[in-house]
């Protein structure tokens, strides 16, 4: 099920993929301790339940995107700004030269990835733009890699941003300044962290089956791992994806999250509908079937921002340390790119994190 490959650099290998007792060791190597209550897997009976809630009851809106000079939208975080040493950042659609993914008499867009519908002229330029919106110089060096689901974490040099084949992985660390860590996504979740002491800086790409790999866990105990790292001198973002409001799974994700986490189902919500015949007469949607398997009973949403806070509380981070974005790719499609919403034909969009060089 794991990859047994990793990449590797001359500024050392990536994590290895590995399984819940390779996270422990690497955690006990480390000197974490990751905080679960109980086994891994076991049920809390206490939340054999799951929340019930309404649809719009689950959506958080986003902050107003920055504009800059270059007409590039990207969202900032309240707080980091202030820290002058840190660049960060998260792209929206808005901006940018791209045409694959927007009407004929819309403006450019920002699509930040080499899908196979844009071209890479437009991608390159439109990588410059949010390089020069978010640190001010368009040639400041991106580091983006080949994203596929994994727990593979690559501690990154500014020699990556000139690779022509990307390093297959899905988290990124470095405390090297002068570059930016970039995380593509279009529903997946993008996290970001840095060490305020240490001036270290990771990236991290969690949809469902990164989250269920811990990719954010195991990041943190890769960055104590290689630069001495404390959960305590962290602070973290969890940037824009498929909000629960619009992250209907089926029952195969509950039970990979079940397999894995004592509170999976605290990540989870039934969703009912409501839609006005239904509120009237409920007697005719009657179903019998299983959440989120029935087309007419509740849907089983998964809240993939709640279970990356809590990867990053399970990892020692403090809860005032944390913060969430806010905003739904899905059902904000003004806004942000959607693979879900678009059915698959989506531009990306990217969240990077760098170090700010010092003033020469
Ligand atoms: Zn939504």
Known sequence: MWP??????????????????????????????????????????????????????????????????????WLAVSGWEKIPWLWHG???????????????????????????????????????????????????????????????????????????????????????????????????????????????????????RGTVKRIVELGIGRMRLAFGCRPED????????????????????????ESQFQYARELFHEVYSTDVVRAKYPMLFLTQRAPGHSPIGPELHLNLVEANRRQLLAAGLKPRAIQAVGGCTSCQPELFFSHRASHGHAGRMLAVIGIRPPPR
């Open 90 to 208: 998260f792209s929206t659609r808005r901006g940018g030269l791209s045409r694959a993914y927007c009407t004929e008499d819309a403006p450019g867009e920002m699509n930040l990835g080499f899908t196979a519908g844009d071209s890479r002229e437009n991608v390159a330029c439109n990588r410059s733009l949010l390089a020069e919106a978010v640190t001010g110089n368009a040639a400041t060096p991106l580091v983006a890699i080949r994203q596929f689901h994994s727990n593979l974490v690559h501690v990154a040099t500014v020699t990556d941003a000139a690779r022509e084949r990307p390093w297959k992985a899905d988290g990124l660390i470095a405390n090297e300044p002068g570059l930016l860590l970039g995380i593509q996504t279009a529903d997946c979740i993008p996290v970001l962290v840095a060490d305020r002491k240490r001036r270290v800086v990771a990236a991290f790409h969690a949809g469902w």
């Open 234 to 257: 962290m602070i973290a973002v969890i940037g824009p994806g498929v909000g629960a409001c619009c992250y209907a799974v089926g029952e195969e994700v509950l039970s990979e999250f």
């Open 4 to 73: 047994s490959s990793s990449p590797s650099s001359a500024s050392g290998p990536a994590v290895k993929a590995c399984g819940l007792r390779e996270i422990d060791r690497l955690f006990r190597k480390a000197g974490l301790v990751r905080s679960l209550h109980g086994k891994a897997g076991a049920r809390n009976p206490k939340s054999n339940h799951f929340n019930r809630a309404a649809q719009e009851e689950l959506f958080h809106p986003a902050p107003s995107p920055r504009v800059a000079a270059n007409g590039v939208e």
